[in-house]
């Protein structure tokens, strides 16, 4: 690409764009766009409004500014939703209230307009249901008060029934449904088996999941045992999710990244492979995004899980993730969230390099990681008004 997004051009300056015909540079196939200052407009528009852009981008067509919505983007970092802690300080009952969650949800909608609106919960909210009582307390995070070590711990974690145990969660995404309407695309999450695994054998968070690893090179059996009900019940949980309105569902593998490739074959990629092949089988139009913080080292393993995202995370150049995961899957993400707490103009040029590296096909711009508590609340402001102007 010969010019860069990366800083405003003037008005007259033009760009040009070299692109395959699934929109990444190429040497041939010119494109040549006219900018505006800060501001790139492509023409024609080929988007309708019948569906939110970021479908659009997910099936690869062709769209004129990249979707963007950010991890955790309704969280701690809000004065509205400081607000609502101080009144509701459990986390569990912010997240398992359908008023609740509905209300936060909607706060960073309302004042951002992102183009995904992600439910508000939590990857440990289906434990409960299945017979592993957790909190999450603050200031120390997840806590299970039973941790599972034993082929006997693992006989007693039941069958997870969605409708059952968390039906606020159908609830909330109906009412987000049908709140944004097409204006941006609803997002329900769950926790991949491995890292669910880590949560309830380690007993909460871990540096370095001595206890997990001592299980899987020990007694593997036990082990798998675990996956496999957590497979079977996340399978569920994403179904149920898009069953009552979710568009999108990202799967969070965030601890999967502490195995060996060799391991990450064995305990997680098997696992996430069987809740993707179990989904598309009823749903098979449902977009899955795939999150692993630190998966620079597994990139080239992660598309053969079949999901239709990769979200990268900032540790990895994006243009070296696309080349490595392969055009086929679409990539989300991924400006480091220390970014946000830069100057508008960094904020800005980051954001232009990661879409000029993404280009214009599959790409959801999104951050590495969650935001950070602390981020200037008005810098996330700047991301979304930046993102939101781009044009291909």
């Known amino acids: 690409m010969s010019a860069c997004m990366c800083s405003p051009l003037s008005q007259s300056s033009p760009l040009t764009i070299r692109k395959s015909a699934f929109g990444f540079p190429s040497k041939s196939n010119l494109l040549t766009a006219r900018s505006a200052v800060g501001e790139f407009v492509a023409e024609p528009k080929v988007t309708s409004v019948a569906e939110p852009l970021l479908l659009h981008a997910v099936r690869g067509e ?3 500014r990249p979707p963007v919505w950010l991890m955790r983007q309704a969280g701690r970092y809000m004065k509205s939703y ?42 440990l909210t289906p434990l409960s249901g299945m017979n592993i009582p957790f909190d999450i307390v603050k200031g120390k995070g997840p ?135 179990s989904v598309k089988e009823s749903h098979p139009d449902l977009p899955l995004i795939l999150y692993a913080s630190g998966s620079g080292g597994l990139l080239e393993r992660v598309p053969l899980t079949g999901v239709d995202v990769v979200s990268l995370d900032w540790t990895v150049d994006m243009a070296e993730g696309r080349r490595r995961l392969g055009y086929d899957v679409a990539v989300q993400g991924n400006v480091d969230p220390g970014v946000l707490f830069g100057s508008k103009e960094f904020i800005t040029k980051r954001i232009h390099d990661t879409v000029r590296k993404a280009g214009s096909y599959k790409h959801i711009l999104n951050l590495g990681h969650g935001i950070v508590v602390g981020t200037p609340e008005e810098n996330v402001a700047h991301f979304f008004e930046v993102a939101k102007g781009i044009r291909y």
């Open 143 to 277: 806590v299970i008060y039973s941790p599972l070590r034993t082929a006997v711990d693992v006989d007693q974690v039941t069958e997870f029934v969605p409708e059952v145990a968390v039906p606020y969660v159908g609830e909330a995404l109906t009412i987000l449904r049908a709140e944004v309407k097409s204006d941006a695309a609803v997002l329900g999450f769950v926790g991949a088996p491995f890292t669910l695994a880590s949560y309830v054998i380690e007993g909460g968070s871990s540096k370095h999941f001595t206890k997990i690893k001592s299980l899987a090179f020990s007694q593997p059996k036990v082990l798998h045992a675990l996956l496999q009900k957590f497979t079977n019940s996340m399978a569920k949980y994403i179904q149920y999710q898009a069953d009552n309105g979710a568009q999108a569902v990202q799967i969070f593998d965030s601890w999967a990244t502490e195995l060996s490739p060799v391991d990450f074959e064995e305990f997680s990629l098997p696992y996430l492979k069987q809740i993707v092949d």
């Open 62 to 64: 062709k769209v004129e």
């Open 82 to 123: 400081k607000k609502i802690c101080e009144k509701y300080p459990s986390f569990r009952e912010r997240s398992e209230n359908v008023d609740l969650i509905v209300e936060i949800s909607l706060q960073p909608w309302k004042v951002f307009k992102p183009d995904g609106v992600i439910l508000f919960s939590d990857i």
